[in-house]
């Protein structure tokens, strides 16, 4: 099975997130998309993201028993933080029979260079990139083999302004899944 591989700290999952998998999985080879939340990402501060399980429980949530995807906690049981040429690895030996894609945002694409062993995943992996809006491609890497560039119709929202609208009391209906919005009136989180 061709499998994406879409990486995130998905604090929350939102609107965006699944209508780029939803592409992807419409518009490629990709079989399905596995919605890979990373319990910490190097780049990102720890005391700023809900317990991953809550996250797990969200992109369940978001997903909704939708076969094309999967919510998966394979990073749960890794060394911290998630480094993705470490997560690939461990994918690839525990699902020898199937290729994996990791699926980035253009942002993603800039800072690639300073991923850890980025050589290796560009060596053993293609790459899917998304285009974002105010963010141009890592001319070292735009042109790569592995790396094929998609424009993809988005949303210019993010978990960021998402946590910010809570925080201020306001109304996230239609930026997160139904079901993710009752989650997280229902446990109060992000205020």
Not at 14 to 38: E, M, P, R
Not at 57 to 83: G, H, T, V, W
Request: aromatic share 14%; with cysteine.
């Amino acid at each position: 099975m061709h499998i994406g591989l879409f990486f995130g700290s998905f604090n929350q999952v939102h609107t965006g997130h699944l209508l780029i998998a939803n592409y992807f999985v419409q518009f490629t080879d990709i079989d399905k998309i596995w919605f890979i939340i990373s319990p910490q990402n190097p780049f990102k501060a720890s005391d700023a993201l809900l317990d991953e399980n809550i996250r797990l429980a969200m992109m369940q949530l978001a997903i909704n028993d939708d076969a094309r995807f999967k919510a998966s906690d394979f990073e749960f049981n890794l060394p911290r933080p998630s480094y993705t040429v470490n997560t690939l690895a461990e994918l690839c030996k525990a699902y020898p029979d199937d290729t994996f894609v990791p699926i980035i945002g253009g942002d993603n694409l800039q800072s690639f260079h300073l991923w850890k062993d980025y050589e290796t995943i560009l060596n053993q992996h293609q790459v899917f990139v998304y285009r974002r809006a105010g963010y141009h491609e890592n001319p070292l890497l735009a042109n790569h083999p592995k790396i094929k560039i998609f424009e993809v119709p988005l949303l210019n929202i993010s978990s960021t302004y998402i946590r910010e609208m809570l925080q201020a009391g306001k109304s996230v209906k239609y930026l997160v899944p139904e079901k993710v919005e009752e989650y997280i009136n229902q446990h109060k989180l992000y205020r």
